[in-house]
Each structure stands twice: as C-alpha cells, then as structure tokens.
C-alpha cells in the first residue's frame, strides 16, 4: 500500500474550506486533479469522476470512475474511495481541523492493489505527491477568490 500525505494552512475557517470542497460542480473550475464530479456530498453518495491519471505517461491522460462517499462530516472530513476489483483501491481523503489562523487541511490518499504495487516510492513523489499539493493550492487559491 502506498501513502500519500499533505497538508495545507487555509486562512480561511473549516466550514469555508468544506463548502469548497463539497461542491463537487464547482470543481472543474479550479480543482488541477478531479477535474470533474457530479453529485452531493452526502454520506454514502456515489459520485461520477474523472480524475488526472498521474500514473500515465501520456498528457492529458484521465480516468473516469464512480466513488463512493466514505466520510462526509461538514468542516471535518470529506473522503471518497473507488476500486476496481483486484486492480485497484484508493481512498482520497480530506481532514479538517481548525488551527490559529484558519484550517489546517490533511490531505492524502491511500493506495492498494495489484496496480499500486507497480509505483515505487519514487514515482508517488516524484508524480502523486506534487499533484495531491497543487490540489492544496488551488484549494487555498479558492477559498481565498470566494472569502
């Protein structure tokens, strides 16, 4: 299994962090990673995703792939997995927790199956990680333009 593992400062309160990130529409304008999802954030949701695949050495690659809300706790966590059986678990997740000057957001996803064990350590830094931190940027650039 593999770990990837951010985090951000927001200035900005959970609740302000959360909308953003649980307006899943919204995302094709400023999210760099899941650039597109359709649904509501609720427990349980399955929502519709096409996402950067930053395993592809081809640009502009992408995958698209129904998740399941795993975790939807608005201004705590928001996380999502999707499989596909043997091949491929990923659970993206999203943690938020309120810290002097606004939210500190952990950031990360966690990795399995026969697909993931062909990524070495080098390859999620080198391309997982930077993508999963841009993401924080984006995020932060959001909340900030809607403050």
């Given at each position: 299994?593999?770990?990837i593992r951010?985090?951000?400062?927001?200035?900005?309160?959970?609740?302000?962090?959360?909308?953003?990130?649980?307006?899943?529409?919204?995302?094709?304008?400023?999210?760099?990673?899941?650039?597109?999802?359709?649904?509501?954030?609720?427990?349980?949701?399955?929502?519709?995703?096409?996402?950067?695949?930053?395993?592809?050495?081809?640009?502009?690659?992408?995958?698209?792939?129904?998740?399941?809300?795993?975790?939807?706790?608005?201004?705590?966590?928001?996380?999502?997995?999707?499989?596909?059986?043997?091949?491929?678990?990923?659970r993206h997740?999203?943690?938020?927790?309120?810290?002097?000057?606004?939210?500190?957001?952990l950031h990360?996803?966690?990795?399995?199956?026969?697909?993931?064990?062909?990524?070495?350590?080098?390859?999620?830094?080198?391309?997982?990680?930077?993508?999963?931190?841009?993401?924080?940027?984006?995020?932060?650039?959001?909340?900030?333009?809607?403050?």
């Amino acid at each position: 299994m593999h770990l990837i593992r951010t985090q951000a400062m927001i200035a900005a309160s959970p609740e302000a962090v959360w909308a953003v990130l649980a307006d899943f529409a919204r995302y094709p304008e400023w999210n760099p990673l899941n650039l597109e999802a359709r649904g509501a954030a609720v427990l349980g949701a399955k929502i519709p995703m096409v996402f950067r695949n930053l395993a592809s050495a081809k640009p502009g690659a992408t995958i698209s792939q129904t998740v399941t809300l795993v975790a939807c706790e608005p201004g705590k966590s928001l996380a999502w997995a999707g499989h596909v059986p043997l091949l491929f678990r990923g659970r993206h997740h999203f943690t938020l927790e309120a810290a002097a000057g606004g939210t500190r957001v952990l950031h990360g996803e966690d990795l399995a199956g026969l697909i993931a064990l062909t990524f070495s350590k080098a390859q999620i830094a080198r391309d997982f990680t930077p993508a999963y931190e841009a993401v924080n940027v984006a995020l932060a650039a959001r909340v900030a333009a809607l403050g």
